[in-house]
């Protein structure tokens, strides 16, 4: 019987609780690109790469055909996502750059009327 690698990453990833908004945010892709993987039974060798090395899980039992159990070892070398965003306020950076947008269309209107 043929493997479904989407299944097994999938509940890799729902066995060790990750969080999809945190595993797309690790990856640099969106959600909806990580439930399709789910649903994919073929994955290339770099998604499943990837997606270990963001849950900080050895994908090398499950698929010995791609993997030895080196290719896993920068697991310990980088950080969690989580720790990667808990020093940085989303929400102060997004409030910085309306008030900034907000300032310019300001000095335009400004500048607009003075010709009127």
């Known amino acids: ?33 990580i439930y399709n993987w789910f649903n994919s039974k073929r994955l290339k060798e770099e998604i499943i790469l990837r997606i270990g090395l963001a849950i900080k899980h050895d994908f090398s039992h499950e698929f010995p055909e791609f993997f030895k159990n080196d290719d896993f070892s920068a697991i310990h070398q980088i950080q969690d996502a ?35």
């Open 1 to 33: 019987m043929e493997k479904h690698h989407g299944q097994i990453v999938e509940y890799r990833v729902r066995k060790n609780a990750y969080c999809i908004s945190d595993l797309a945010r690790a990856c640099h892709i969106n959600r909806r690109s």
């Open 82 to 116: 989580k720790t990667i965003y808990a020093g940085y306020d989303h929400n102060e950076h997004w409030k910085d750059k309306y008030l900034h947008l907000l300032q310019e269309y300001n000095d335009l209107i400004l500048k607009d009327s003075y010709y009127l």
